[in-house]
């Protein structure tokens, strides 16, 4: 079974600061998936990485992709208190996707 | 609302009774997952199944649980004879193809007393 591990696993920022979420994987895959989810919420779809070396930004997030490494990065730039939340990165490999354990974001004012 | 639908939003069932958790998904989607969520877990795949069929259940228990998804209608998560374990929070999400993205839905958060 492919196993996805993130760290850290809970992460205390404070606001305007930056910070990197890791997101490694066992097997060869190539679609990488971050979601975003909200305390009793659903999951929503942040960013979709299909290639070795693929980088996506969307305001202060962005997401790359080393497919040799097997590991995938969400990194953070000046954190707001907006972006409190969960983290997880999704692994695709045949007809399943595989969650990691989720990085709990909390930004301190 | 043109997202993934599930319903109910909390189930509360008692030991032995039977769970049914439904889900439609995106117009036009026929790719549906079904995940199963701990406490500050991560999600686990269940299910997928594509209309009328189920692709892969690796995912699910070989007992009291099954999945369809009719040519007509949601798809059906059935959990028989709950035990205390099986509270969690259900997703379901849907996807136009294969490898994109899914859509979930906002959950069904099953309580077993």
């Known amino acids: 079974e492919l196993k996805v591990e993130q760290n850290p696993l809970f992460l205390s920022m404070q606001e305007g600061k930056n910070y990197t979420i890791y997101c490694n994987y066992s097997?060869?895959?190539?679609?990488l998936y971050w979601y975003r989810q909200d305390p009793g919420k659903s999951l929503e779809s942040l960013f979709v990485?299909?290639?070795?070396?693929a980088v996506k930004q969307e305001g202060r997030l962005m997401a790359s992709l080393d497919t040799k490494a097997r590991l995938s990065t969400l990194h953070i730039t000046a954190a707001v208190h907006d972006l409190s939340a969960t983290y997880f990165c999704?692994?695709?490999?045949?007809?399943?996707?595989?969650f990691g354990t989720g990085t709990s974001l909390t930004v301190i004012p | 609302n043109a997202g993934v639908m599930q319903n109910p939003r909390h189930l509360v069932r008692r030991r032995g009774q039977e769970a049914r958790l439904r889900c439609s998904p995106m117009?036009?989607?026929?790719?549906v997952y079904w995940y199963r969520q701990l406490p500050e877990e991560g999600l686990k795949f269940m299910v997928y199944?594509?209309?009328?069929?189920?692709?892969?259940e690796s995912g699910m228990p070989k007992e009291r649980f099954s999945a369809e998804f009719p040519k007509e209608g949601p798809s059906i998560l059935r959990i028989q004879q709950v035990v205390r374990g099986d509270s969690a929070a259900y997703f379901c999400?849907?996807?136009?193809?294969?490898?994109?993205?899914?859509?979930f839905g906002d959950g069904t958060r099953l309580s077993i007393l």
């Open positions: 999400a849907s996807s136009l193809y294969p490898n994109q993205p899914q859509h």
């Open positions: 097997t060869t895959s190539d679609r």
């Open positions: 990485l299909l290639s070795n070396g």
């Open positions: 999704a692994v695709g490999t045949g007809n399943q996707f595989y």
């Open positions: 117009k036009g989607h026929s790719h």
């Open positions: 199944l594509q209309k009328e069929n189920i692709i892969d």
